[in-house]
């Protein structure tokens, strides 16, 4: 059989699994948002610790994150690890994802960051992989069963686009690899694209990756002062309805991520508007 053929069995194999593996790690999320499984993405807290963090989240009614580098060190020795989940477990609020992080075509480092994933439970791995890591990628997610979720950051500085700038430019890279590669798509680097010329719906974004949506960063941004704003002020212009109606479309079974990156020394006000604004959202479309 052909090297080609080797892969098209390969990628028939895995599709039959992918969705049916991230919808039953996501069955025993609280049901407080119409069916959907609502964290936080921690990189809002950035300016508060571990335990500040987990106690803001769990005020928000919030009972999972995608939590990120400062909140559990990738570098953690085994012991301090034990004694971050515990305190996670105290506050009931525990990483689905993490991120975001770099992969490359060093399969040892990518393997290590696989090894990580799996010891904090998470079910995805927020990632801006370079383009030659895929074939090392695929090999992880199949031993693993962790997702790559590809995180676009729109603008990066300079008039230049981060490389994983839209949805479509992340299906035409990973369309051939395994279903278990696909995004966590940011709603505010996404509106963002437009000070670049690219008007972005996000709920069409969703659209275009369909059954390869694992995560999402949802957030508003306001363009005009270069700042993120709770769901519908008015200065917002993110539709959190039409995401929330694309989610469903596509049978979304990941995790959405509320990011909230204004008002860094107390988001928590802005964040209670935000977590009500989706939990009213969802209960009207579902």
């Not at 699994?17 to 407080?32: C, N």
């Not at 301090?80 to 770099?102: N, T």
């Not at 949805?167 to 278990?180: G, N």
């Not at 993120?228 to 979304?252: N, Q, T, W, Y």
């Amino acid at each position: 059989m052909s090297q080609k053929m080797d892969r098209r069995s390969f990628l028939a194999a895995t599709a039959a699994t992918a969705t049916g593996l991230l919808a039953t790690r996501t069955a025993s999320a609280t049901d407080d948002f119409a069916g959907f499984a609502v964290g936080v993405q921690t990189y809002t807290f950035r300016n508060f610790d571990l335990e500040q963090m987990l106690k803001r989240t769990k005020e928000l009614g919030l009972k999972s994150g995608e939590f990120y580098a400062k909140h559990i060190p990738i570098d953690s020795p085994p012991e301090k690890l034990k004694a971050i989940l515990a305190l996670c477990k105290e506050y009931d609020v525990m990483p689905k994802g993490f991120g975001v992080v770099g992969f490359s075509k060093d399969h040892d480092a990518n393997k290590k960051l696989f090894d990580f994933g799996k010891s904090i439970g998470a079910h995805y791995l927020s990632a801006d992989p370079s383009m030659d890591s895929f074939d090392s990628l695929d090999k992880l997610c199949e031993e693993y069963k962790i997702a790559i979720a590809i995180h676009p950051h729109g603008p990066v500085g300079g008039g230049k686009r981060h490389r994983w700038w839209s949805a479509e430019q992340i299906l035409k890279a990973v369309k051939d690899h395994h279903k278990l590669i696909g995004t966590c798509l940011d709603t505010g680097h996404l509106i963002r694209m437009a000070t670049l010329g690219e008007k972005l719906d996000p709920a069409e974004q969703v659209k275009v990756m369909g059954d390869r949506n694992f995560a999402l960063h949802l957030k508003d941004h306001d363009n005009k002062k270069d700042t993120d704003v709770p769901f519908g002020d008015p200065a917002g212009v993110l539709d959190v309805s039409a995401v929330l109606k694309a989610l469903k479309a596509v049978k979304f079974t990941g995790h959405l991520a509320i990011e909230y990156e204004a008002n860094a020394d107390n988001p928590s006000p802005d964040m209670k508007k935000c977590v009500a604004f989706i939990k009213e959202t969802a209960a009207k479309i579902s």
